[in-house]
């Protein structure tokens, strides 16, 4: 049987893991008892500030996204791979923070050339049929562990 034990990762091996951006699962909590909502997204991160960036789309039957995204409640990001020397995950958890151009700072304005949000095609409707949103994350806590070993 294979003992699979973790580790957390180092502030240096985290930032690598994350690199400029990737993908992930957002999770939105539920304001009223119920499950959460979770979604697969793409992300940007800024090692510099260790801020998550996101670009999420609504499009128009999309009026429970839009809920979960206007409530000022705590999300989860959630990102995972796989390797060859074992399995890497990164949590972070905070508020979203929405980027509008009218309040686009210096700080804001620099950390988006540093990143990289992938396109990822995930939508039920047309790319064109959508709004996109930019939110930033400045999480209350990031957490990462890595594979440990293997043992018998």
């Given at each position: 049987?294979?003992?699979?034990?973790?580790?957390?990762?180092?502030?240096?091996?985290?930032n690598?893991?994350?690199?400029?951006g990737?993908?992930?699962?957002?999770?939105?909590?539920?304001?009223?008892?119920?499950?959460?909502?979770?979604?697969?997204?793409?992300?940007?991160?800024?090692?510099?500030?260790?801020?998550?960036?996101?670009?999420?789309?609504?499009?128009?039957?999309?009026?429970?996204?839009?809920?979960?995204?206007?409530?000022?409640?705590?999300?989860?990001?959630?990102?995972?791979?796989?390797?060859?020397?074992?399995?890497?995950?990164?949590?972070?958890?905070?508020?979203?923070?929405?980027?509008?151009?009218?309040?686009?700072?210096?700080?804001?304005?620099?950390?988006?050339?540093?990143?990289?949000?992938?396109?990822?095609?995930?939508?039920?409707?047309?790319?064109?049929?959508l709004?996109?949103?930019?939110?930033?994350?400045?999480?209350?806590?990031?957490?990462?562990?890595?594979?440990?070993?293997?043992?018998?």
């Open positions: 049987m294979e003992d699979a034990r973790s580790v957390r990762m180092s502030a240096e091996d985290r690598e893991f994350l690199g400029k990737g993908t992930g699962v957002i999770s939105f909590d539920s304001a009223n008892d119920g499950p959460p909502y979770a979604r697969p997204i793409s992300y940007g991160y800024d090692a510099d500030t260790g801020n998550f960036y996101f670009r999420l789309a609504v499009g128009p039957e999309d009026a429970g996204k839009k809920a979960f995204i206007d409530e000022d409640g705590e999300i989860s990001f959630v990102t995972y791979d796989e390797t060859g020397s074992g399995w890497r995950s990164v949590i972070a958890t905070g508020s979203l923070e929405e980027i509008t151009r009218s309040a686009l700072d210096p700080e804001v304005a620099e950390a988006m050339q540093r990143i990289r949000i992938p396109f990822v095609d995930v939508y039920d409707s047309h790319p064109l049929t709004e996109f949103r930019f939110f930033r994350l400045t999480p209350d806590e990031v957490t990462g562990q890595q594979e440990a070993g293997t043992g018998e």
